[in-house]
């Protein structure tokens, strides 16, 4: 055997060996991404299948349905230490009920990691066609699965409300404060849900603040705890409160996160978030 053969054999072999490797570390990365684009998708299916689902379901209300069979209906797709939370609901006559039509994906927005927030399309017959849009805050991890963390926040369609990203990293807002902002804050939640027009907040928001209230189909029944962090002038706020559906008279509970400002020792709201 001729041995130059050898040194040409060796350098087509490392020639191989690199582009090889260039093969394979150019395919890893793309193989990676697809990988990464495929559990994204994934995830973001089951968010929305269980989005749309349960808000289907939470949005049929019947005043002869027992308590138990509600929650029976929406466990499948609630966290179970907030099942009793949401799916409560109050009813004035046996007779009240809504059913639902149509309920269709949105949009869906990224939180902190696992949350999205899906919104949710829905029409309804209370006994008039009503078309109401809700965001539902959903948990969601591959191999887990998801569930509703939150009641959904309800708002009218096609009328998004202004969002801002709302750090909960600020201090606890002392108590005394909490009871300075508390009338701003009711006196916001009841003109959203029951004003006309946008004029009607006026006291309540911020003057850069474009928001449009429900215009009466739901009606404001209590704030029933609230509670704020920040130092100010910029606080954030969560409110849990009842509210009464205009058309059916069930009434329910919501829980809004607000972005609240102090200017000259009174509170103007700057945002509402899910």
Known sequence: MDIRIIPKALIWGMLTLSTLGAISSWVKPEADRAVVAEQAALKQQMAVHT?????????????????????????????PSALARIGQIKTEQKSDQQK????????LSEQDAPKVAVRIRVIVLNPARTVWEVEVPVWVQLGKGAMVTAPPLMRIA?????????KRTDPAVPGSEKERMRPAVEGFLKVMCEGKDAESLLNY????????PLQGRI????LDHLEASGSGP?????????????????SFAQVWQLAV??????FFIGAIHP
């Not at 349905?65 to 029976?72: G, I, M, T």
């Not at 639902?100 to 949009?107: L, N, T």
């Not at 928001?205 to 449009?212: A, E, G, H, I, S």
């Open 205 to 212: 928001v911020r003057t850069d603040t474009k928001l449009t």
């Open 100 to 107: 639902v039509v149509a309920a269709e994906f949105v949009s």
């Open 219 to 222: 009606h404001f029944n209590s």
């Open 261 to 266: 400002t102090e200017e000259n020792q009174k």
């Open 51 to 79: 989005a749309t689902n349960f808000a289907r379901e939470w949005m049929t209300w019947s005043g002869e349905e027992l308590p138990e069979d509600r929650l029976n209906r929406l466990k499948p797709y609630v966290n």
């Open 234 to 250: 910029s606080y954030t706020a969560s409110a849990t409160f009842t509210v009464k559906d205009a058309a059916t008279g069930i």
């Open 158 to 166: 096609q009328e998004p409300f202004a969002v801002s990203e709302i």
